[in-house]
């Protein structure tokens, strides 16, 4: 069974929708930076966009040969969609 959690939070004096999915589109997909924009889209009252959230981990694993516990680091993504509405100054997660 799916489950979510929708977080809300105001946002004042945000642009248009049309502006604001201009900006999220300048923004992108750094591979230097923690969070980039996956995606993104705008009707006339809202701006939707596709945030990730880049991070380090260490993962063990058991190398049976030599009985070493080795330790690899991967690249862990976890994803926000999210959804503005600037006429209501809505802001939800």
Same mark, same amino acid.
């Given at each position: 069974?799916?489950?979510? *959690? #929708?977080?809300?939070?105001?946002? $004042? ?11 999220? !589109? ?6 230097? !930076? !923690?969070?980039?924009? +996956? ?11 596709? @945030? ?8 063990? $694993? +058991? ?5 070493? @516990? ?5 690249? *862990?993504?976890?994803?926000?969609? +999210?959804?503005? $509405?600037?006429?209501?100054? #809505? #802001?939800?997660?």
């Amino acid at each position: 069974m799916a489950s979510f *959690k #929708l977080n809300i939070a105001r946002i $004042r004096g945000c642009p248009p929708p049309k502006k604001l999915a201009e900006a999220i !589109e300048e923004f992108g997909l750094p591979e230097t !930076e !923690e969070f980039g924009v +996956l995606s993104h889209s705008a009707t006339q009252e809202v701006a939707f966009a596709t @945030v990730v959230r880049k991070t380090k981990q260490a993962v063990q $694993r +058991l190398d049976a040969k030599t009985s070493e @516990v080795i330790t690899d680091t991967i690249e *862990k993504v976890t994803v926000y969609p +999210l959804a503005v $509405r600037p006429a209501s100054e #809505l #802001l939800e997660i």
